[in-house]
């Protein structure tokens, strides 16, 4: 029984016609009618109920036709995941991040992907989180690396790096000499934050309303580069993750201050659609990503 003429019942099935079979397959009408014969002497069982127009299945033909169909899907699925492993080794994965994550911890992992990949191409495109929920769902990119992750039941999520979030101004900013500080000595500061639709705004807005803690927002933007900037001129202060400025913090054009009260960290995740079919070069960079949060 080849899986050809399993594909010419179910469309037989599907057509109720030999003639609109025979066409779609270029095949003869009885070249047709021999095959469903031959599949009904082989499962000794009658398929067809030849003396209906348009033809009908019997029980049996029920059974066997929902079986084909189940045997066809995994066939086909089977095909795109041999696809798939032949060009595990040369090709492209289409990353996208937020830019925090795609400028600052990205990188390294892009290295030590590189070592065994070197023919693959790593592409990352820096947007905002609801365009990379976009795209990973429409299939244009593989991978998307977000803050604050959201649960959909169409993408695989899995946990990414957890970013401490410190306090940051401006070296002139009074705060700056502090060597630890109480969230509660930024009330009524003047904040630099992100604009509301981005997550990492709700997280941090979750964490003091936990304190009950109010600023004075003064500047919104919807990435961590600007905000940096504005910070860099003594606008304000903000909470940012310690890995996104590490260039600043070296340079000495901002300071970073801990909180006494917790820890405060930023979960991040990998965002995956659940139907997404993996190389063998694809999968290893998806186990790297998560290697660190297991």
Known sequence: MHIETLKIFCDLADLRSFSETGRKHGLSQSAVSQQIAQLELAHKTQLLDRKKRPLELTSSGELFYA????????????RSELSALQKSSAGRINVAAIYSIGMHTLPDYVKKFMVNYPDVNVHVEYLSSGQIYELVLNGEVDIGLVAVPKRDKRLEVYDFEEEPL???CSPKHPLANESKIDIHKVQFERFVGFGKEVPTRVWIDSILQRYNVVVRPVMEFDNIETVKRALEINVGISMLPRSAIVQELDSGTLKAVSF???????????????????GQAGRYFVELLRKKAQ
Do not use: H, M, N, W
């Open 67 to 78: 079986a084909c169909r189940e045997i066809i899907d995994r066939y086909e699925q089977l």
């Open 166 to 168: 410190v306090l940051v």
């Open 260 to 278: 006494s009260d917790e820890d405060f960290v930023r979960p991040t995740g990998i965002i995956i659609r659940k139907d997404k079919i993996f």
